[in-house]
């Protein structure tokens, strides 16, 4: 299946090519990085030289409207559109290094979940009724 990816506030296309391009920046450190397009793939496309510490939380934003992706009251994953033919849902993955939790929500249901980190944020999706 070919997903599309969109930024939540601009809609700007967020994976033109292969990857899904996102600006994340930890202190100091601004570079652009690459996720696989496929969700629960977790290989990321990362400059040369560029240690990602495992554990370190990192800041997301858009490349076009520079909006930060995390969500306001899950500040430990981030959220993109994702659009196929006619069907919108809404990803969400954690911006912890290392930490593999994916959704792929539609219609407020788990269309899809990824990596062994996930059952952490559930019940909090579920409190804050992105789930039903
Ligand atoms: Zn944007």
């Not at 090519?17 to 969700?39: C, K, S, T, W, Y």
């Not at 929500?105 to 559930?122: D, K, P, T």
């Amino acid at each position: 299946m070919s997903w599309t990816y969109a930024c939540p506030k601009c809609k700007a296309l967020l994976n033109p090519n292969e990857a899904v391009v996102l600006v994340a920046q930890r202190g100091d450190d601004r570079m652009l990085i690459g996720f696989h397009p496929d969700p629960g793939n977790y290989e990321i496309f990362v400059p040369p030289g560029v240690p990602i510490e495992e554990g370190s939380r990192w800041e997301f934003s858009c490349p076009v409207c520079r909006a930060d992706l995390a969500m306001e009251d899950s500040p430990n994953l981030c959220a993109l559109e994702m659009l196929t033919g006619s069907e919108t849902a809404l990803i969400m993955f954690s911006r912890i290094a290392g930490e593999k939790a994916t959704f792929v929500l539609a219609q407020r249901s788990v269309q899809a979940q990824f990596g062994n980190a996930a059952e952490i944020y559930l019940n909090s999706l579920i409190n804050k009724k992105y789930i039903m």
